[in-house]
């Protein structure tokens, strides 16, 4: 296979999961407002995976420096 298609395939992968937290996030926000109220939230694989209220110290536990994956962070407030 074309290293080029190889690479458009792996990213278009990328952006559906992307996509799919996003809805999730979106989809549980009033429950996120209740547990993670002022904080910032990660998501991977439709699940909340880690939460801080500063979002360098949430990036420095999560490693995402090398990081290829997709992992969506926003964040929850009333």
Do not use: H, T
């Not at 992968?13 to 799919?20: A, G, I, N, P, Y």
């Not at 979106?26 to 993670?36: I, P, V």
């Amino acid at each position: 296979m074309d290293p080029e298609i190889s690479s458009s395939v792996g990213d278009f992968v990328k952006f559906e999961k992307l996509r799919d937290n996003f809805e999730w996030f979106y989809s549980n926000y009033e429950e996120l407002k209740r547990n993670f109220n002022n904080q910032y939230v990660a998501i991977k694989d439709k699940c909340q995976i880690d939460n801080d209220y500063d979002l360098e110290m949430l990036l420095k536990r999560l490693n995402l420096s090398n990081c290829d994956q997709s992992i969506d962070i926003e964040f929850v407030n009333k």
